[in-house]
Every structure is written in C-alpha cells, then in structure tokens.
C-alpha cells in the first residue's frame, strides 16, 4: 500500500492519544495481528465502497478505531492512492509576526532589485573596426542663414 505519509501519521498520531488516554482502547489498539497498514487499507476500502469523496476527521477516525476493535473485518485490497488531509494550522502570536515581517523583507527585496533594474542604463555598445557595420554618414556643413 503506497498512500499519502501525512494521512498515515495523522491516523496513527490519533490512535495513539487515544490509546493513551483510554485504557480499555490501549488493549484494543495492542491487540496482535493489527497495524497501522492494515488499518489505512480498510479506511481506503471502505470509503471508496461508500462513494463519497470527503469525511469529516471523526468518521475518519471512527474507521480506523472499527478496524482495532473488530477481530475479524475484511482489511480489503491494498490500493496505491494519494490522500489529503486537510488541517488548519494553528499559529502563535508570535509566529504570525515573524511570517509578516519574512513576507514584508521578501517584498523590499523583490522592490528594490526591480528599482536597481529600471535605473542602470543599458550601456551603448563599444564600436571596433571588427563589429562597426554601420553605414558610414559624409558629415556636412549647415550654414545658416539670417535672410
């Protein structure tokens, strides 16, 4: 099975708080002849049998904690798909100043170089005897006239 790494270690990340905080859960969740795997295989399964293509993060969850709990449940096959987990991040006070400030250096540094581009004057090219293929001009003299 080749799946997003992200969605695998956001459903393990899960199973384990929980198996931490809920003791009659840790025993499921050591159950022998389960893994974490398997478990993504049977969420894939089951929710391509279902059809729908978006789940909310506790039916999610609520597949991977069926799958501990059940003894004998089709794990299904193992499919080669990607999956998105869609989470907001949540950033400190902090964090979102230093993002701004990056955000706004990055700016004056893209300004600044398109400032330094528009005010170098592109320098004439050097005239030789090798690349002078101008034609020549004859040069006379205006007189002008007060009349």
Known sequence: MKTSPHFKTTIQAYLEKRAAEDE???VTYAKEGK???????YILNTVKESGINGFDDSEVY?????????????VGKAMDMEVIVNHKVKLTE?????????AM??????????????STPTPAPVKTPENNTSP???????QGSLF
């Open 105 to 118: 250096e990055a700016i004056k540094r893209e300004q600044i170089i398109k400032m330094k581009k528009k």
């Open 24 to 26: 009659l859960f840790a």
């Open 62 to 74: 609520s597949m991977a904690v069926h799958y501990y709990d059940e003894d004998d449940i089709e």
């Open 136 to 142: 020549k001009v004859k040069e006379e003299a205006v």
């Open 94 to 102: 902090k964090e979102i100043q230093k993002a701004k400030d990056d």
């Open 35 to 41: 893994n974490i795997d398997d478990c993504i295989t």
